[in-house]
């Protein structure tokens, strides 16, 4: 019998199959098929708000997924969780130790994955054009990385240090390629 989850076209099924444990899926484009479906979802304004929210969990739920069977990388992870997290703080407002819109948790997300000194990427900054391709992959990471961080600033406690940080990286975001 097969032991893989079939993709989800309700709600219900989402929040099912991400509580049940299921052999990893064979096709190499389900979690990112899974993780569409629950981003759009989320973003339907023709489905209520609190269904919204749970769709929200749903798709962090998928991006955690993807982490564990390392369908991606941890950047491009952090990059999907921090959209996410953005994306709901935006929408349905910023919530302190919500699951999904916890503006500190969010910043941390971005934080954490950045693994760079701010210092050598504000000088990268300056002298990006005609650098090689690797320097220039480098930098639209961290664009990536940091965009989210537009969304969630607002809602970051004055003088706290996510939002000190958050804003020095997100300073930084038009003046990279």
Request: hydrophobic share 40%.
């Amino acid at each position: 019998m097969d032991n893989t989850a079939p993709q989800p076209t309700s709600l219900s099924d989402a929040e099912k199959a991400l509580s049940s444990s299921f052999s990893e899926p064979t096709d190499p484009n389900f979690w990112e098929t899974f993780r569409e479906f629950c981003v759009v979802s989320m973003q339907s304004r023709e489905i209520p708000a609190t269904e919204r929210l749970r769709f929200a969990k749903a798709a962090l739920g998928v991006v955690f997924r993807q982490r564990q069977s390392q369908s991606f990388g941890p950047t491009r992870s952090a990059a999907d969780e921090a959209r996410i997290r953005a994306y709901a703080i935006s929408e349905f407002g910023a919530e302190a130790n919500d699951p999904v819109r916890d503006p500190k948790t969010a910043a941390n997300v971005v934080l954490s994955a950045l693994g760079e000194d701010i210092r050598e990427i504000d000088e990268l900054c300056e002298r990006w054009q005609g650098s090689g391709i690797e320097t220039i992959r480098r930098l639209r990471r961290v664009k990536n990385l940091v965009k989210p961080l537009e969304l969630v600033i607002p809602h970051l406690a004055t003088g706290s240090r996510e939002r000190v940080d958050a804003e020095k990286w997100f300073s930084l975001w038009s003046r990279l390629p």
